[in-house]
């Protein structure tokens, strides 16, 4: 009992001291850290297997991952060449849009005040949000237009 006791406490120690040098850890340094751990781990279940003597259930389930891991690596690769999920993580910048532009979006003249500006968009954007059967492409066009008036307006004043 007191062995067991032990044993969990120590346990708990190295799970603490890990999660805490990772929560500090740089990114450089936990890949490749984790990469050596995952290499430890494979050639660990690699000797196991070979010694309990079922090598060959190994070899089956490697080539049944390898098959898979290609598959991975393929949509890495394609993620990073359009920009996805494991692109740079910024979204696309916005096209350039001029000021008149964003006027004639939100139906308003030159001179009109913040006020104006959000009375408009919220106006519009009720008409077409994509949450009411609206075109995404048309409400990101709209916040845009309010953004880029209210930040001309910000530097007018300032």
């Known amino acids: 009992m007191i062995v067991a006791v032990l044993f969990g406490l120590m346990a ?4 603490l001291s890990l999660a805490r040098w990772y929560a500090s850890a740089d990114v450089k340094n936990l890949k490749r850290t984790l990469a050596w751990l995952g290499i430890g781990l494979l050639a660990l279940a690699a000797g196991f ?6 090598m060959g259930a190994a070899f089956a389930a490697l080539a049944g991952l390898a098959v898979w891991a290609g598959r991975i690596i393929n949509l890495v690769q394609m993620g990073r060449q359009f920009g996805g999920v494991f692109g740079s993580g910024r979204a696309p910048p916005e096209p350039a849009m001029s000021e008149e532009e964003a006027l004639r979006i939100l139906g ?3 001179g009109a005040t913040p006020e104006e500006i959000k009375a ?3 106006r519009i954007i009720e008409q077409i949000h994509p949450d009411r059967g609206g075109s995404d492409y048309l409400a990101a066009k709209v916040n845009h237009a309010k953004d880029f008036l209210l930040k001309v307006q910000g530097r007018n004043q300032g």
């Open 120 to 122: 408009a968009h919220r």
């Open 49 to 54: 297997l070979a010694v309990t003597g079922r």
């Open 12 to 15: 708990l120690i190295v799970v």
């Open 108 to 110: 308003l003249a030159r």
